[in-house]
């Protein structure tokens, strides 16, 4: 988004970094009359300000897919962003599952600045192969994840399936972001990827066996470019990348011939100042 304005993201920097040494808290508007609740120390809500999109491909592919009505899983939602831009901007109903306590209050509080809590529905859990506990580090903001042993700064957090979260709703788009525990989530969410109405997983990571279990379910590996809304098989013609592919998510999408058209018919959305 600022490949041709850096000067633009450097002051949008600089002012944030000014902002944020005089107040606690900033409440900032972003997209579409949408507005982020943020604090220093917040890397990938602050990414926004100056970025307009901090996760570009991914952020633009849930922008222009997403529909009134649709079930939107921000699974790993950090404070809220994701969300943000499906519930408020979309107007796509949101189960977010954020683990961390602390993590979670902020996420609820993006969520009622903007009243949102008719459309989003927050989890406060960990999820994985299975119902229990897990113990989850803290006070690493984004990059808190489950652990497998105790140390300093780690708690005791509820764990469930996505399967027993999600129950016999209809999601249509999961973006799955939770620190190399994908794999583990994946095993608890095989019901819900083979739900029909499921379209597009958006994930962090992947490995030989996730990749497996999204073909055998029918899913594609997507690359997509939301300055042109072009979604394609191969990364190498995408207009941004000038033939070199840099990702934030992996895309899997299924029915691609639904998805490509709701993608090219979605509204336009103005991200600092540039129609997407």
């Known amino acids: 988004m600022t490949r041709d304005d850096q000067i633009g993201a450097w002051t949008r920097f600089a002012c944030w970094h000014l902002k944020s040494r005089l107040s606690p808290e900033i409440v900032s508007p972003w997209i579409g009359g949408q507005r982020l609740a943020v604090r220093r120390g917040m890397t990938g809500a602050t990414g926004n300000l100056y970025f307009g999109l901090h996760e570009f491909m991914s952020m633009g592919l849930v922008l222009h897919f997403l529909r009134e009505g649709d079930l939107f899983l921000d699974a790993g939602a950090n404070v809220g962003t994701y969300t943000v831009l499906a519930s408020g901007v979309c107007r796509a109903k949101t189960i977010a599952i954020e683990a961390d306590p602390e993590t979670a209050r902020d996420l609820a509080r993006n969520v009622e600045i903007n009243g949102l809590q008719a459309l989003v529905t927050i989890r406060e859990l960990a ?145 600092l100042g540039k129609t997407l």
Do not use: C
Request: overall charge negative; charged content about 30%.
């Open 127 to 271: 999820l994985g192969p299975t119902d229990g506990k897990v113990m989850f580090t803290t006070g690493l903001g984004a990059m808190n994840q489950v652990v497998s042993e105790h140390r300093d700064g780690i708690r005791i957090v509820p764990q469930k399936t996505l399967d027993n979260v999600v129950g016999d709703e209809e999601p249509a788009l999961l973006k799955l972001d939770v620190e190399k525990y994908e794999d583990q989530v994946l095993q608890g969410s095989i019901a819900v990827l083979k739900k029909p109405s499921l379209k597009i997983v958006a994930l962090e990571a992947t490995s030989d066996w996730s990749t497996k279990l999204f073909a055998d379910l029918g899913f594609e590996r997507a690359f997509y470019d939301p300055f042109t809304r072009i979604l394609q098989r191969e990364p190498n013609t995408l207009a941004f990348s000038d033939g070199k592919w840099t990702r934030s998510n992996e895309f899997f999408v299924r029915d691609w011939s639904f998805v490509e058209e709701r993608l090219k018919s979605a509204q336009p959305v103005e991200v």
